[in-house]
């Protein structure tokens, strides 16, 4: 993630933690959690399909799927944190320090930066499936936007309505995972994540049986308890987990408002709360916004820190031809308790 302090971008990823999901009830939404102990200037931000996407050794793209999502606000390349193109395919970065390894430059084969991937695979490609013949010759490699921006250190989550993977650069190469889960929180990488999993195995939203001793009449004492185990910390590790058993125990009516309220809600239960974390520069992690995006629409919701109501940008009210970045104004897209009857 970038900020702009008097117009230059400076990294400020090193403290960043995020949950990624994808949910599908009747239609198909992707949304995370960005977390973070600042503003990197973000907006919500339609990148049209003739707005020339110029990349540093890949070739320049001058008509592409159009993609809408959060990004950090300047008007030459759309450095988005997440977004979804308009066939449906979605993409975003989150942090991975210590393990993120970008190669250098070879001149060969697909070369793109870390904060030109999502714009290439949105623009080009218009399915996960699509996107695989290109992920075989891909290098992510070690360049930066600017020059007082060093590469912030990455790894993506890739998704549609039928596969998602995970794109982990490291030093032995560009590693490549089935999702299962549809769920990205950052380190360790997305193996230990996967294998973590079967700790928890167990957990259900019944109510649980005793299976400690048959000859013991243990009964549960109230509701709840068949997820006594599952972890409550702000850890990558545990929200994952917690994200997981979430969206996959998740009930909710098949409707736009019930399905968005249910996304923000799962959101919620991974989120950080000012105070909760404490990073070693002493600054409070917090989410500093959520979103959810319906991929068949396009309309991308989100809610800020400091402000619960939910706003919505819908990518049919611009121009999807034009040939400049269009940002929305988030004044004029209040929805106050359009999506959950309970925000108020």
């Keep these: 993630a970038v900020r702009d302090i008097n117009h230059k971008y400076i990294v400020v990823g090193g403290n960043a933690m995020c949950t990624c999901i994808t949910y599908k009830n009747g239609d198909f939404y992707f ?17 049209p399909r003739n707005f020339p996407l110029e990349f540093r050794k890949a070739p320049k793209r001058n008509t592409h799927y159009a993609m809408i999502g959060m990004a ?36 060969s084969g697909l070369e793109l930066a870390s904060f030109e991937v999502i714009a290439w695979f949105l623009g080009e490609c218009a399915s996960v499936e699509d996107a695989k013949k290109y992920l075989k010759n891909l290098s ?6 600017a020059s007082q921006m060093p590469a912030a250190p990455l790894h993506w989550m890739l998704a549609d309505s039928k596969e998602c993977l995970v794109l982990e650069a490291v030093k032995d190469g560009l590693k490549v995972h ?14 230990y ?69 249910q996304f923000f809600h799962i959101l919620d239960n991974v989120a950080m709360v000012r105070g909760s974390v404490i990073t070693d520069t002493g600054t409070c ?14 309309k991308y919701y989100y ?42």
């Excluded at 988005?80 to 393990?99: Q, T």
């Design 178 to 191: 089935e999702n299962p889960f549809g769920v990205l929180t950052n380190n360790p990488p997305f193996d």
């Design 31 to 47: 949304g995370r959690n960005l977390d973070l102990d600042c503003s990197f200037n973000e907006s919500v931000v339609l990148t």
């Design 193 to 261: 994540h996967r294998m973590n999993m079967v700790n928890y195995l167990n957990l259900t939203a019944q109510n649980p049986e005793n299976r400690f001793c048959a000859g013991l009449p243990l009964k549960p004492y109230a509701q709840g308890m068949g997820a006594v185990g599952l972890p409550g910390d702000w850890s990558s590790s545990s929200r994952f987990v917690r994200a997981a058993f979430l969206k996959e125990n998740s009930h909710a009516q098949q409707s736009e408002n019930a399905n968005v309220s």
């Design 140 to 145: 992510i490699v070690d360049l930066s936007f």
């Design 303 to 344: 809610r800020r820190y400091d402000d619960f109501m939910i706003r919505t940008a819908d990518p049919l009210t611009a121009d999807l031809d034009a040939s400049s970045l269009y940002w929305f104004e988030e004044e004029s897209q209040s929805l106050p308790s359009a999506i959950d009857p309970a925000i108020k």
């Design 72 to 107: 950090s606000k300047n008007d030459c390349f759309p450095l988005y944190a997440e977004a979804v193109n308009e066939k449906g395919l979605c993409m975003a970065g989150l942090n991975f320090p210590g393990n993120a390894y970008y190669q250098k430059v070879t001149e």
């Design 285 to 298: 992690d917090i989410t500093t916004y959520s979103c959810c995006v319906n991929t068949r629409t396009g």
